[in-house]
């Protein structure tokens, strides 16, 4: 039997073998990009037309993931008490790689990540939450920028106030 037909024949008969034990096989989440016309699904900003780190939260049953100009407004979603829905993957923007003015690319897993509060550096909304997929790149930003690293788990509702981010941006 010729190579290729006995894999093809292989993974029909494993797929069939897990529909019939009842068990669904899917595939793990995995961020993806923005396109110039992708905007913020909680204020509405084009996310092209912003500086600073971006967010995806990946949720069950959705096909799409909801976009956040900034890692502020993720994490705000994130932490309220009413948030309920099943989140499979949350992704933000290593800031290490990115072009903070106009970054694209360069996901991973959010809570993987650290993060640094109070730097002078600014997102769409004003003062931002700096994301970073590894400590030296965030305490290279710290030492040019200012704030303070801070991992994932330690972030508290209390850090993410959103209150008067249009005050800070003057293209609104």
Known sequence: MNPLRRQILAAAAATLALAACGEKASAPVVAVDFDPSST???????????????????????????????????????LKPEQVRSVTGVFVQDMGQ????????????????VYVFGSKRQGSMGPTIA??????????????????????????????????????????
């Open 98 to 113: 990115a072009d903070w003015d106009k970054p694209r690319g360069h996901w991973f897993d959010a809570r993987q990540g």
């Open 40 to 78: 913020c699904d909680l204020d509405g900003m084009l996310l092209a037309d912003y500086p600073g780190p971006k967010a995806q939260i990946h949720y069950a049953g959705q096909s799409r993931p909801v976009w956040f100009c900034d890692t502020v407004e993720m994490f705000s979603a994130l």
């Open 131 to 172: 994301s970073f997929r590894n400590d030296a790149d965030a305490s290279a930003f710290v030492s040019a920028h200012g704030g303070r690293v801070v991992r994932f788990a330690d972030v508290k509702p209390d850090m993410v106030d959103l209150s008067g981010g249009g005050d800070h941006d003057s293209r609104m």
